[in-house]
């Protein structure tokens, strides 16, 4: 039973910093992509972050240089390191999972989207 859950979110100010954890249990992460996904109210699901199998990442323009997607295998834990956070990043924060197909994390991202993988439940991020 694979099972991905997700903490660390919460409310604050413009320029704060969260950390966002998603423990996996049931599978080993080691020949899997995962990634971040994010859902604001009134808006389509997008791809924040990702890491392949091989430890390469990918971020979307908006997050870029302020955002982090990192592994820890021993503890099968992926992690955002969010700072310098604006109001627009406001969102549910989910992590998925699925295999790494070997097309790169741009076409692993879109095909999760389109309900691939394996999901969180997510976790609220507020920043006002």
């Known amino acids: 039973h694979v099972q991905l859950v997700e903490s660390g979110g919460g409310s604050v100010q413009p320029g704060g910093s969260l950390r966002l954890s998603c423990v996996v249990s049931g599978y080993s992460s080691h020949s899997h992509c995962m990634g971040w996904f994010r859902q604001a109210p009134g808006k389509e699901r997008e791809g924040v972050a990702a890491?392949?199998?091989?430890?390469?990442?990918s971020y979307i323009d908006s997050v870029k240089g302020r955002f982090s997607v990192s592994k820890d295998y021993t503890k099968n834990t992926l992690y955002l390191q969010m700072n310098s956070l604006k109001p627009e990043d406001t969102a549910m924060y989910y992590c998925?999972?699925?295999?790494?197909?070997?097309?790169?994390?741009?076409?692993?991202?879109?095909?999760?989207?389109?309900?691939?993988?394996?999901w969180g439940q997510g976790t609220q991020v507020t920043v006002s």
């Open positions: 998925a999972a699925d295999v790494d197909y070997g097309l790169g994390t741009t076409v692993w991202v879109k095909a999760v989207l389109q309900g691939f993988g394996y």
């Open positions: 890491i392949d199998s091989g430890g390469v990442t």
